[in-house]
Every structure is written in C-alpha cells, then in structure tokens.
C-alpha cells in the first residue's frame, strides 16, 4: 500500500493498491491497481483491471479489458479501448467493461479472429 506515489516509471505486475493520487511518467498495469485519488501520466497502459477515484489523465491512454475498470473522469490527447476476442464461456463468467463519469477524444477498438459479428456479440460493453 502506498500514499501519493510521485515516480519515473509505475509498473504492476499483479496487484497494487495506491492509498492516494499516483504521478509518473509511465503507468503500466498487468493484473489489478486500485488508485484512490487520480492518475497523472505521459503514457497508461492497463492489462487487466483498474480502479481511479478521481481523474485519469494521460497524453496516450491504451486499455485492453480483461476485467472490469474504472475511473471518475478519464481524459487524455488518445484514448484507445481494446476488447478482446472472447469465447460465450469467459464472456459468462468473467464479465469485463469500462465505467466513467467522462471520457474525452475515445478509440474503440475490437480484437476479433475474423472480421464477422459472432451470435450474442454485445457491442455496448463501454459504458459512460
């Protein structure tokens, strides 16, 4: 558990919890991060799962949803959201989506084996 992390480079591999705001350059997420208070960053990239209490602010946003993430505001130059290619089974029981107040300048953007909408393909996974 840390208070405000002020740091060059954040990387998590696994689990992390932020106690208040985090500040780095670069923010990488693979696994699980709680942050209290608000993310400031040149570039995030989140793998997994994520949690913002205030705002997540970067000039480069890239996140590929394996889980559920969030964030009171999210706000940066791009924002890119990848959902991957999913089987019935992981869409049943790891359900996965992306929950803020705001988002500004978004990318969405879809993982997939073939370029066809598969039966039940459920494309209002980002809410906001």
């Known amino acids: 558990m840390f208070s405000n992390l002020q740091n060059k480079q954040f990387d998590c591999h ?24 608000g993310c400031d960053a040149e570039q995030f990239q989140a793998r997994g799962e994520f ?6 602010n970067a000039g480069t946003i ?19 959201v990848k959902q991957p290619g999913r089987t019935w089974l992981k ?13 500004g300048n978004l990318f969405r953007a879809y993982e997939r084996k073939s370029s066809q ?8 996974w980002m809410r906001h």
């Not at 909408?117 to 209002?124: K, N």
């Open 14 to 37: 696994g689990s992390a919890n932020v106690d208040g705001n985090l500040s780095a350059d670069e923010v990488y997420i693979h696994g699980e991060a709680v942050i209290k208070g």
């Open 51 to 56: 949690s913002v209490g205030g705002l997540l």
């Open 117 to 124: 909408r598969q039966p039940g393909d459920d494309r209002s």
């Open 91 to 103: 869409k049943l029981l790891f359900p996965v989506g992306l929950t803020a107040e705001s988002i």
């Open 62 to 80: 890239q996140i590929k949803l394996f889980g559920h993430c969030q964030a009171k505001e999210i706000g940066g130059e791009r924002i890119e």
